[in-house]
């Protein structure tokens, strides 16, 4: 059964100045597995990465029914690939049951999330 939904897009060029202003700005939005990720991509790459992770980060929240905050935060968040490329849901280390889409455009950033009972 399906128990919520959420979807979210931001503008990549949001991310790249909220990433220039502040150098601890991805140590916010990303775990320290999604961090070993980003830091072995290249600069574009990153900032989508980055993007996207905020975006899917947010679509959870909202699938969630809490948003973020004290009881969801963005850490307690985490999306890592499986060995076919695939984002996995986490949340507090454990998996989620339900699905997470990301997408990217020059643009902007995007992801859909589905949770199951
Ligand atoms: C829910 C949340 C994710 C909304 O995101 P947003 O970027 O402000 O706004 P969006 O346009 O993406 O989404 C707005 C919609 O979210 C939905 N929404 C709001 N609260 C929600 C909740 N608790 N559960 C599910 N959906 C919710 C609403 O439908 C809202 O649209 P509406 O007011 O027109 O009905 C919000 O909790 C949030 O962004 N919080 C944290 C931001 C943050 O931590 N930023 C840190 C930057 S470093």
Redesign the pocket.
């Known amino acids: 059964m399906i128990k919520g939904i959420?979807l979210?897009?931001v503008e990549i060029s949001r991310i790249m100045k909220?990433n220039d202003l502040n150098p601890h700005?991805k140590e916010?939005?990303l775990t320290k597995n999604e961090l070993a990720i980003f830091n072995q991509l290249k600069t574009r790459r990153q900032l989508e990465f980055l993007a996207g992770r905020f975006s899917a980060k947010?679509a959870y929240?909202?699938a969630?029914?809490?948003?973020?905050?004290k009881e969801c935060s963005?850490q307690d968040i985490e999306i890592l690939p499986n060995d076919k490329g695939q984002p996995i849901l986490y949340f507090k280390q454990e998996i989620v049951q339900g699905f997470v889409s990301i997408t990217h455009s020059k643009e902007y950033a995007a992801a859909q999330v589905v949770l199951l009972a």
């Open positions: 959420g979210d897009i909220a700005f916010r939005i947010e929240s909202k969630n029914g809490t948003g973020i905050g963005l």
